[in-house]
């Protein structure tokens, strides 16, 4: 069945970085645009990057930008997400999501459960 | 970047009730407008897409209204699962914003 699996969450201090992964199946991953989205303690849910199909295309949130770097490896049917220079404010599960367009066409149709990224010194 | 806000952010009802949650852009944006509900510990799960189009696999009495920056998501009849929190989100641009969301509670 279609099914995303993130992972590389944990405890990291602030200033410091973490790689998140986000392991895809039952479906052509090179043929979808893919999303992060972030969800800190208690609120909202938050767009942080979207990437093309084919990785040429990356947008990411003003609070990410500079900060953080999506990537893919359609060879490994996998998504990243580089964090760079965390900050507490980054505390939040970190979702991917999957776009049903080869480009970004802004709706997730299919989402994983997340990964838990704690910014704490 | 485009602001979405929601109302109410939060309402009680009964099973069976008609629910209607209202979602504001601070700018049009056409019908680029979905819908997502989220139980607690749980991912979110995409019902509407493009204003009005219901997602494979979602009830009918889901059903979304609306084009330009006023929108519209309604239950027609509420059920036991259907208690959760209601996000919409903007397509028509980057950043992709979400609004802040409504908690539907049981009554």
């Known amino acids: 069945q279609v099914q995303l699996v993130e992972s590389g969450g944990g405890v990291v201090q602030p200033g410091r970085s973490l790689r998140l992964s986000c392991a895809a199946s039952g479906f052509t991953f090179s043929s979808y645009a893919m999303h992060w989205v972030r969800q800190a303690p208690g609120k909202g849910l938050e767009w942080v990057a979207v990437i093309s199909y084919d990785g040429s295309n990356k947008y990411y949130a003003d609070s990410v930008k500079g900060r953080f770097t999506i990537s893919r490896d359609n060879s490994k049917n996998t998504l990243y997400l580089q964090m760079n220079s965390l900050s507490a404010e980054d505390t939040a599960v970190f979702s991917c999501?999957?776009?049903?367009?080869?480009?970004?066409?802004?709706?997730?149709?299919?989402w994983g459960k997340g990964t838990t990224v704690t910014v704490s010194s | 970047d485009i602001q979405m806000t929601q109302s109410p952010s939060s309402l009680s009802a009964s099973v069976g009730d008609r629910v209607t949650i209202t979602c504001r852009a601070s700018q049009r944006i056409s019908s680029y407008l979905n819908w997502y509900q989220q139980k607690p510990g749980k991912a979110p799960k995409l019902l509407i897409y493009a204003a009005s189009s219901l997602q494979s696999g979602v009830p009918s009495r889901f059903s979304g209204s609306g084009s330009g920056a006023d929108f519209t998501l309604t239950i027609s009849s509420l059920q036991p699962e259907d208690f959760a929190t209601y996000y919409c989100?903007?397509?028509?641009?980057?950043?992709?914003?979400f609004g802040p969301g409504t908690k539907v509670d049981i009554k």
């Open positions: 999501a999957r776009d049903p367009a080869y480009d970004a066409s802004g709706r997730m149709d299919v």
């Open positions: 989100q903007q397509s028509y641009s980057t950043p992709f914003t």
